[in-house]
Every structure is written in C-alpha cells, then in structure tokens.
C-alpha cells in the first residue's frame, strides 16, 4: 500500500511510504519511498495518485507534487519508477513535473492551480496509457501516453 501518513508524531507530514501486509486488514514493515526534495515542484509535499502500472522497467508511478507560491500552493504530476520485485526501490523519480497547471480548468476552479492524478488505463498490448486527473477540485481531465514516452522521460529527468 502507498500512503502519507500526517500525523504529529512518528511519520512527517508530505512523504510518501509503502506498506505491507499479511491479509489486506493489517499493515506493517512502513518503509519511506518518496519525499519532497529540493525540486522546486514538489518541495512542500508530495503524495499518492494513481495505482502502480506494471511494465518492464518497474512499476511506473504518477504521483503529485506540491509547492508553494505567493498565489498559493500548486500540485503537479510527478513520476516515478519503482523496482518490479522490491517496489521499496526507487529506480528513477522525476526532477521536472509530467504535467502541471497550465489550462483555465486546471488554473481556475474550487481549489486553483491543482493537476492531482486520480487513475490510469493500460492497454498492455499497444502500451497506451489514459491518465484521469483532477483539475483545480472542480473538473476531471484525461491525458494520453504510452509507457515507453513516459519511461523514458522519467529515466531522462530523474535524479
């Protein structure tokens, strides 16, 4: 399981962390995978998004990232590439966002400025990829890529 867990003790706020767990009810070995980082897209926070895509190059990852800006904050689609066997393992994490605000129904809305990936679709046989995603918490967009572009970005931008 990904998760960020917020509370004001044993776990920062804005981090994300995998789990584990015998029976789906009960989880443990709480590992940190991903933090923010001095990118400056997600340097207040990062989180969660859609489910984990199985590929040959590990599991792809859209996640967000937060910053912040005299306008307020801005959440952008970050990306990652986890080890297939040990997903604890990040192979590769963006230094540059996929995709952020830049569209009136991302930048305007109940919550301005916000691109939050909410799911994706994999066609495995051709590896296009459908990203749903959340628009300033007011509208719900898709995008379109293929595993091998977005991989192969991620592999090209990542620290």
Known sequence: MLSRPSDSGHTPFG?????QSPDMEFWGRH???IGKSGNWWENVKVGGGAAPIETDEGWLL???????TCNGFVYSIGGAILDI????????????FLLTPEEWYEERGFVP??????????????GHIAVYY?????YVSLAFTTADEVISYIKAHSC
Do not use: E, M, W
């Open 85 to 96: 066997d040990d997903p604890s393992k990040v192979l590769y994490h963006c230094t540059d």
């Open 62 to 68: 859209f996640y967000h990232g937060v910053t912040g």
């Open 113 to 126: 400025n916000v691109c939050f990936p909410c799911a994706t679709l994999q066609d495995a046989a051709t």
């Open 134 to 138: 959340g628009c300033a918490d007011s």
């Open 15 to 19: 981090d994300i962390f995998l789990s």
């Open 31 to 33: 590992r940190h995978l």
